[in-house]
Nanobody
Framework: QVQLVESGGGLVQPGGSLRLSCAAS????????MGWYRQAPGKERELVAT???????NYGDSVKGRFTISRDNAKNTVDLQMDSLEPEDTAVYYC?????????WGQGTQVTVSS
C-alpha cells in the first residue's frame, strides 16, 4: 500500500519560512520523481516543484528563487523549504510521486501566509 504523508504546514507571517516534509512508503522511492503541488481555494492545482531520481529540479515560476526541493533516498523523504513566503502562497500543499502513468498523491497539508 502506497502512502505519502505530508507534515510541516501551518500559519506563518509574510516574509517567513516553513519547511514541508513528505514521507513515502510502499514505493521504490529512489526510482520516483517526487514533487510538490498546491491548490488554493477556487483555483486549479499547480506545480510547485519536482525532483527526479537524478536530483534534477524544476520549479513553478511563482516560487523560483524562494522555494527549494530536496530528497533523502535513505529516509524516503522529500522536503520543500519555503522562504520569503507571500499571502499568495496560501494553499493546500500536496506531495506527489510519479514513476509510470499513475502518480500517487498525499492527503495535503495546509499552508496559510497571513499577518
Amino acid at each position: 500500500q502506497v502512502q505519502l504523508v505530508e507534515s510541516g504546514g501551518g500559519l506563518v507571517q509574510p516574509g517567513g519560512s516553513l519547511r514541508l516534509s513528505c514521507a513515502a512508503s510502499g514505493i521504490i522511492f529512489h526510482l520516483y520523481t517526487m514533487g510538490w503541488y498546491r491548490q488554493a481555494p477556487g483555483k486549479e492545482r499547480e506545480l510547485v516543484a519536482t525532483i527526479t531520481s537524478d536530483r534534477n529540479t524544476n520549479y513553478g515560476d511563482s516560487v523560483k528563487g524562494r522555494f527549494t526541493i530536496s530528497r533523502d533516498n535513505a529516509k524516503n523523504t522529500v522536503d520543500l523549504q519555503m522562504d520569503s513566503l507571500e499571502p499568495e502562497d496560501t494553499a493546500v500543499y500536496y506531495c506527489n510521486a510519479k514513476y509510470s502513468l499513475l502518480p500517487y498523491w498525499g492527503q495535503g497539508t495546509q499552508v496559510t501566509v497571513s499577518s
